[in-house]
């Protein structure tokens, strides 16, 4: 009736009775258009590299601009002829938005019917650039020819940030999303469309990974969140991520980037935003058929942020002071990943891939939202602290992360790269396990008290965490590695290990093995180009032919 509530996504000092108010007929809603690739948005999407431009480095109270330009013209393309039959999430036409990524213009959801006009030129995201009429109906029941309305279509379209964009079908999270992270692709892969977690205690490598993600994983737009991290860490990436390459074609990676940035002295409101409006842009580029990976940095910050808002709306407290709702929150967000079927009457599919950072205070992985992300979330990549300090990169713990994913994959990766693959994986990580058990031993009686097997699986869990866990982000050829290089690097590790069994048995102590050269060979595998794989191949001869020396 006469009442209405209002959500306020700024700050609210001096607002008070006698302060006009403007309705704007909508929930908070995101523009979806040209012009979101390259920019740098706030959490409700106010592009903060424009607004630096006009007013400095603060923003000032009351401040709009709209998320999208309004002066620019972008090249339309159509893909479709006057007099087509369009339904919703049909692909009109095309805008080169940048040098990486052809703009899909679709057909808003809700509207259907036969293009009367289409034209093609140079267009603002206001300007029209298609007509659809809507099917005319002679059915009985409604009034005699109903339908037929006319909607103008620009190149720009609105969406509520908490709703989901639809979508015809979510498909199983059967592809794997590769990343040419070693210890990720093998031991804890993500699939295409699926979910993942990973703490991040300082210092111990999450920005790194981060990047290494949005370089190298298999997705063609990256969307990037930080919320509300403190300023400066917020410049760093805000500084950082700008100067990143795009490894496949040496443009800037922000040209298939949008970053959103929400610091922690921006107003709450706008932080528990942020993570809605960087999920709906993610939606739209998925819409087009896109396979896009998003990061949200950190989860933690805007689960804290709906605690605040969650308190001032005296509403009922659950688990240490977050609202009762903070599950289905997390929940819902992490809904809304998947790999899709899109709107529309061409078969296209799109993926949207969630990886969100968690930063529990005191690294507690009992904090109710860590909680609550694990039992939803499918990956879990335990980033350690005492792993990096011992400077091993990446610093995930093999024996804590997992992948659930494991299985919906294997087809996949039997097929398309290795048959045995998945058996190698579930060999070393046996061996990994029983390293962790046999330390316990050697700690307590010492080493002398292992037998010579015990000791070569030492010696193998050895090779198996420095020559192929090991990766070094910032070296040429290790920073990514192929699928064919992993399998090759593992199964050279695996056909030592088989070899140095027998002659183990055959008499030959460990100790004797682990002088042989070839492992220095086994350890510099990593640093074979991708173009020179036989090379790797060509080691397990020399094995052979050491040990047979040995003998
Ligand atoms: P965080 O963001 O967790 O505080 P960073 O990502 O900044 O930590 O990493 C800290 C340092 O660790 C980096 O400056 C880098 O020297 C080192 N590091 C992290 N990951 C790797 C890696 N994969 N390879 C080599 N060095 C790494």
């Known amino acids: 009736e006469d009442r209405a509530s209002i959500q306020v ?14 309705p704007t007929y909508e929930p908070l809603s995101v523009e979806l258009g040209p012009g979101l690739l390259e920019s740098i948005y706030d959490g ?27 002066n620019r013209k972008w090249h339309f393309t159509p893909t479709k002829k006057k007099g087509d039959i369009v339904e919703e999430g049909d692909v009109i036409g095309e805008v080169q938005e940048t040098v990486l990524i052809n703009h899909k213009i679709m057909v808003p959801p809700g509207i259907k019917g036969e293009i009367v006009s289409i034209k093609e030129g140079d267009f603002t995201v206001e300007e029209e650039v298609a007509v659809i009429q809507s099917p005319i109906t002679n059915h009985p029941r409604l009034p005699k020819r109903s339908g037929g309305q006319e909607s103008p279509i620009t190149m720009l379209q609105r969406w509520p940030v908490r709703r989901p964009r639809p979508y015809k079908e979510k498909l199983p999270p059967e592809i794997p999303m590769f990343t040419g992270q070693r210890i990720i692709d093998m031991f804890c892969p993500i699939a295409q469309g699926g979910t993942a977690c990973c703490p991040g205690p300082f210092g111990s490598g999450k920005t790194v990974i981060q990047h290494q993600i949005s ?37 800037p990676l922000m040209k298939r980037t949008v970053l959103i940035a929400n610091t922690s002295n921006m107003p709450v409101a706008a932080r ?9 842009i993610a939606e739209y580029f998925r819409d087009m058929g896109y396979k896009v990976a998003l990061q949200a940095d950190s989860t933690s910050r805007w689960a804290e942020a709906m605690r605040e808002i969650s308190g001032r709306l005296e509403e009922m407290p659950g688990e240490e002071g977050y609202p009762a709702y903070l599950a289905t929150r997390i929940a819902e967000f992490y809904e809304r990943a998947g ?40 990956v879990f ?27 919906s994959i294997r087809d996949y990766i039997e097929k398309n790269i290795a048959k045995d693959l998945p058996l190698l994986v579930k060999d070393s990580m046996k061996i990994l396990e029983k390293e962790s058990e046999l330390k316990e031993i050697v700690r307590l009686v010492g080493i002398d008290a292992l037998s010579q097997d015990d000791r070569l699986t030492l010696e193998v869990a050895r090779m198996i965490r420095e020559d192929f866990l090991h990766q070094n982000a910032f070296h040429e050829l290790d920073t990514y590695t192929s699928m064919a290089k992993q399998y090759k690097m593992l199964k050279l590790i695996l056909y030592f290990y088989e070899k140095a069994k027998e ?16 492992l220095e060979k086994i350890a510099k595998a990593k640093y074979v180009a991708e173009d020179k794989l036989e090379d790797i191949e060509g080691i397990e001869k020399e094995i052979d032919k050491e040990i047979e020396g040995l003998k």
């Not at 528990?272 to 709906?280: K, R, W």
């Not at 335990?382 to 011992?390: F, I, P, T």
């Open 272 to 280: 528990d935003a942020s993570v809605y409006t960087g999920i709906t």
């Open 381 to 407: 990549w335990s980033l350690e602290d005492w792993l990096a300090y011992q400077r091993h990169f990446p610093a995930i713990n093999w024996l804590s992360s997992y992948s659930l994913y494991s299985d």
């Open 44 to 70: 409700i999407q106010r592009p903060l590299n424009i607004i630096r431009d006009m007013v400095g480095n603060n923003i000032t109270r009351g401040l709009t601009v709209p998320g999208l330009d309004r």
């Open 9 to 22: 996504y700024e700050e609210t000092g001096g607002v008070g009775p006698g302060e006009p108010v403007e």
């Open 215 to 251: 370089k190298w994983a298999d997705a063609e737009i990256v969307l990037f969140i930080g919320c509300g991290e403190r300023g400066n860490e917020m410049t760093d990436v805000l500084i950082e991520f700008p100067e990143l390459k795009d490894p496949k074609s040496g443009e």
């Open 503 to 518: 002659a183990v048995k055959k008499g030959i102590s460990v100790e004797a093995l682990s002088k042989m050269s070839c």
């Open 339 to 378: 790999r899709v079927k899109t709107l529309g009457s061409d078969d296209r599919e799109g993926s949207l891939t969630v990886i969100g950072a968690v930063s529990p205070p005191g690294g507690d992985l009992s904090d109710p939202v860590v909680q609550n992300t694990l039992r939803v979330v499918k």
